[in-house]
């Protein structure tokens, strides 16, 4: 019943299996003092009777228990024949439950009851656990209070070395953390709130800095088993470039990952490193520049993007940025012509190609390289795991890999999700860019909404409107955007206004074609969906009008609006709105409003969706905490980072002694959680 239910097939799952609240047995509430922000309650009273009403589905059992104050109702409505055995009008019982209200009057359904003993209330503090439990195992009779004297019973058996140490007695003097044994015993029974919360803390902790050891040890080993290319010196093609063809200078924050990049590629290892950073920081350029440190040590790059549009826009600038240097490079997407993409695969073998940029085309078993040092992949939450191995097999030894993310994702995810990564974060714009007003307006106000869009076209800006992309149902999408583009088109006729449109189920040809109108500036405004969300550059456009907003997630909403604010102009964002909205989406849209800090934006949408939703990370067991919460414990997550960092760079064997309990406590968890690669 319990394996069934919960999971539970060990003590150590029982001992794992924390109470969820403590009840302080010696308070005993009067049933006057309920009220409605009453939770759980305690009373000592007297049953005054106990019968069976309704019959059928409607049979239940009801009592009444009274005490010098009022009287309670309480209700049964399984168990009622083995319940009503047991119960002796006329007795004093003690008695806890959750209260409800039925008609405004308050009751207690499925109370736990004992008879009650006078002496047992009173005298020394008793803090009983409460335990999750299910609605299942309540109707046998197993609920969250009963599973106490299970636990009760287990304590009663266990010796303190059942529950061995697993952390060094010095981090355990150093962080005042109490030990595993008595933080487990507490956590269950604690004699007292403080002591509660210190066993809590050191089993978050724990929780932490294990996972943070774990993962730094997935990433040593890594670096140790994975011979990787060596990029030995930075020769002609970066130093050309970086002189004499880079269009700007270098923010700080490009500098430092790319001196990150440069080291970690110098070494011997394979770089498995994942680059975050705002949408319009200039990842592209980093790219690049890493891409022309293997050409200069004799090695090609590949460059992946999740779409056609964006291969092809990468494709675009890196040409126009290359093109008075010596680097060849070329487009390999799904729609390369036969002839040419002969000709590609035959230049990537022979090494006669130093740059190929491309789609999942890329991935395929006949694309071969001569000297594949570095693969680049751009937007990653758009690749799965295996797409991404399968582009490290195209060389003997493993090419360097660089992973760009498209929206940043909070430290604290990032450090449990991609902790076996090597991670760099650009955390600065490019000087200049102008912050990008966002407003949201009601749907009824579309008319001044399109007079403002109207304003801003006259000056020779363009525009987007989106709307949203509903994949259950791809027709409703398709039709939802047709209606959107009719009334576009109403606002803005024809003889005056070109409006391009892109949509997903778009052959590729006309994908194409319109969005080259939309950024050749032939088309004013640009109809679509959430096709266009990633990477796609058009400075000329500045206002971004997102229909239906509140059905958007945050991460999308701060992508899509990331379309616009690239150029020199000033932009705007007009969230549209239904009017009814709930109270989560009314949050999405104030931070939207609020702030263009993508990282904010990110932390925020931690808080409001819990990690297991965000977008661009890994479904893995990284994030299955029992207790510890990587929204609301960062600086004991930091605290654990630290100590793991300091622990494995001291010794990341663990030969140590005082590393000994963690070794064991590792091995004896191994093959738990099963991390993957991610690329
Ligand atoms: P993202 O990080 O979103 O991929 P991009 O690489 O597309 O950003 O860069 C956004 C824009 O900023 C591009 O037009 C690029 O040329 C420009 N850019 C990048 N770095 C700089 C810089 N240091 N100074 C000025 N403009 C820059
Ligand atoms: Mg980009």
């Not at 049933?31 to 939770?39: G, H, M, V």
């Not at 990653?380 to 799965?384: E, L, N």
């Given at each position: 019943m319990l394996k069934k239910e919960l999971?539970?097939?060990t003590f150590n799952d029982l001992l794992n299996h924390f109470p969820f609240r403590h009840i302080d047995k010696t308070s005993i509430s009067t049933?006057?003092?309920?009220?409605?922000?009453?939770?759980y309650v305690q009373i000592v009273g007297r049953l005054l009777f106990v019968e069976v009403v309704g019959s059928g589905r409607g049979k239940r059992m009801v009592a009444m228990v009274k005490d010098k104050t009022g009287e309670l109702e309480l209700t049964w409505f399984h168990g009622v024949s083995y319940i009503q055995k047991n119960l002796i009008e006329g007795t004093d019982y003690l008695i806890f439950g959750k209260v409800s209200f039925f008609n405004s009057k308050a009751q207690i359904v499925h109370p736990e009851m004992e008879v009650f003993v006078?002496?047992?209330?009173?005298?020394k503090i008793f803090l009983e656990p409460v335990y999750p439990t299910t609605e299942k195992l309540k109707s046998k009779g197993i609920n969250g209070r009963s599973f106490a004297k299970l636990t009760h019973q287990l304590f009663s058996q266990l010796q303190p070395t059942d529950i061995p140490e697993n952390l060094s007695v010095q981090l355990l003097q150093k962080l005042k953390l109490l030990d595993r044994a008595t933080a487990y015993r507490a956590a269950h029974f604690p004699k007292e709130e403080k002591e509660y919360e210190e066993a809590i803390r050191r089993l978050k902790f724990e929780e932490f800095f294990i996972a943070q050891v774990r993962l730094g040890l997935i990433r040593l080993q890594r670096h140790r088993a994975n011979k990787g290319v060596v990029f030995e010196k930075v020769g002609n093609y970066f130093n050309e470039f970086y002189n004499h063809h880079l269009p700007f200078a270098l923010t700080n924050a490009q500098k430092r990952v790319l001196k990150e990049i440069r080291m970690d590629t110098a070494k011997g290892h394979q770089m498995n490193r994942l680059l975050q950073g705002d949408v319009g920081s200039g990842k592209t350029i980093v790219a690049l520049l890493s891409m022309l440190i293997a050409a200069d040590n004799g090695f090609q790059s590949c460059i992946m993007a999740p779409t056609e549009i964006l291969a092809q826009q990468h494709f675009k600038s890196i040409t126009k940025l290359l093109q008075n240097t010596q680097i060849k490079v070329r487009l390999l997407t799904g729609s390369t012509k036969a002839k040419e993409r002969r000709e590609i695969l035959h230049g990537l073998v022979e090494d006669s190609i130093h740059f190929v940029v491309g789609t999942h085309a890329l991935i395929e078993e006949v694309v071969q390289f001569k000297n594949l040092g570095l693969v680049v992949v751009d937007e990653?939450?758009?690749?799965?795991v295996a797409q991404r191995a399968a582009l490290w097999k195209k060389a003997t030894i493993p090419p360097h890999v660089l992973v760009m993310t498209a929206t940043p994702i909070p430290r604290t995810l990032a450090m449990t999700a991609y902790g076996d990564l090597d991670y760099s974060v650009m955390d600065e714009l490019p000087p200049g860019r102008q912050s990008i007003t966002t407003v949201t307006r009601n749907e009824m106000k579309r008319a001044s909404v399109m007079d403002f869009v109207k304003s801003e076209i006259a000056k020779g800006r363009q525009a987007y409107f989106i709307y949203p992309l509903i994949e259950e149902s791809e027709k409703v999408n398709y039709e939802d955007l047709m209606q959107g583009y009719e009334q576009v088109k109403s606002f803005f006729p024809d003889h005056q206004y070109n409006i391009a449109m892109l949509h997903g189920k778009m052959p590729n040809e006309l994908k194409e074609a319109n969005m080259l109108k939309f950024s050749s500036g032939e088309a004013h405004i640009m109809v679509a969906t959430t096709v266009i969300e990633v990477g796609v550059d058009v400075p000329n456009a500045s206002v971004m009008v997102i229909e239906s907003s509140e059905k958007f997630g945050l991460s999308q909403l701060h992508q899509l609006r990331g379309r616009v604010g690239r150029g020199s102009e000033k932009s705007y964002c007009i969230l549209i709105t239904g009017s009814k909205l709930s109270n989560e989406a009314k949050e999405r849209l104030q931070v939207m409003c609020a702030t263009n800090d993508g990282f904010k934006i990110a932390e925020k949408d931690l808080e409001l969706r819990g990690p297991g939703d965000i977008e661009g990370t890994r479904q893995s067991g990284a994030l299955n905490f029992k207790l510890a919460s990587i929204v609301n414990d960062k600086i004991l997550l930091e605290l654990a980072k630290t100590e793991a960092d300091a622990l494995l760079n001291e010794d990341m064997d663990l030969n140590l002694e005082s590393n000994l309990p963690i070794k064991k406590f590792l091995l004896s968890e191994k093959g738990k959680t099963g991390w993957s690669k991610i690329s």
């Open positions: 999971q539970i097939f049933i006057a003092s309920i009220n409605f922000q009453t939770e006078p002496q047992k209330a009173g005298g990653q939450h758009r690749f799965g």
